[in-house]
C-alpha cells in the first residue's frame, strides 16, 4: 500500500491534493520479466483556490471548482512512471470534463534523496520524488464552459508545471501472503 499528499502545479493552478492511496503488487513474473498488477486508487476531491472565475470565495457553491485525481493507467514507482487525469468538478461541468481524457498526464518522477526506513517490524519506507518538466493537456469535454475554464486553469500547460510527490508505502512479500 501506497500513500501520498502530492503538490500540483498545473497550468495557472497550485494546490496541495488530498491524500492519494494506491494498492498495486510489482515483482518478477514466473518467466523473469517485470510484472505489475495494479488493485486501485482512493482520493477525495481537492478545491481549487478562487473556483471556477479564479475570484469565487473557498467551499461550496455554484462557481467552485474542486480537482480529482484518477488513475491514468500507469503506476511504476520504480521507473518513476506514474499517470494521472484530472476530473474537474463544479455543479455547471458535466460530469465528462477531464485533463487528460484522450491521453493522461504523464509524469517521470525523479527522487528528491534516498529513501528511509520508518519500521522494519511492518516495513515502513519513506521517499519523495518530483516532475518538474511535464506538459498538461486542455480540459475537455467541459461544454460551453471548456474554452473560459481551459483559460482560467492555464491549460493547456508546457513544460515546467511540478508535482512534488512525498510518500509512504508498507508491502508483504509473496511468501508471505494469506492465499486462503
Known amino acids: 500500500m501506497h500513500t501520498a499528499a502530492p503538490r500540483l502545479t498545473m497550468g495557472a493552478v497550485t494546490v496541495t491534493l488530498a491524500p492519494i492511496t494506491m494498492t498495486h503488487a510489482e515483482g518478477p513474473l514466473a518467466d523473469g520479466t517485470a510484472g505489475q498488477v495494479w488493485g486501485a ?3 477525495t476531491p481537492t478545491a481549487v483556490p478562487g473556483g471556477l472565475t ?3 470565495p473557498a467551499g461550496r457553491g455554484p462557481l467552485a471548482l474542486a ?18 487525469r484530472f476530473r474537474l468538478l463544479n455543479p455547471l461541468l458535466p460530469r465528462t470534463c477531464l485533463v487528460g481524457t484522450d491521453a493522461p498526464v504523464d509524469f ?7 529513501s528511509r526506513r520508518i519500521s522494519t517490524d511492518r516495513p515502513v519506507i519513506e521517499f519523495s520524488a ?8 486542455a480540459a475537455k469535454d467541459c461544454g460551453p464552459l471548456t474554452g473560459p475554464l ?3 486553469l492555464g491549460l493547456p500547460a508546457p513544460a515546467g508545471n511540478l508535482l512534488s510527490y512525498d ?12 492465499l486462503r
Open 41 to 43: 486508487m482512493h482520493t
Open 54 to 56: 479564479g475570484r469565487a
Open 67 to 84: 480537482l480529482l485525481p484518477e488513475y491514468g493507467g500507469r503506476s511504476d514507482f520504480h521507473t518513476g512512471r506514474f499517470s494521472l
Open 108 to 114: 517521470a518522477l525523479k527522487r528528491s534523496g534516498p
Open 130 to 137: 518530483y516532475d518538474d518538466v511535464f506538459t498538461a493537456p
Open 150 to 152: 481551459n483559460r482560467r
Open 167 to 178: 510518500a509512504s508505502y508498507t508491502f508483504r512479500t509473496y511468501d508471505r501472503l494469506s
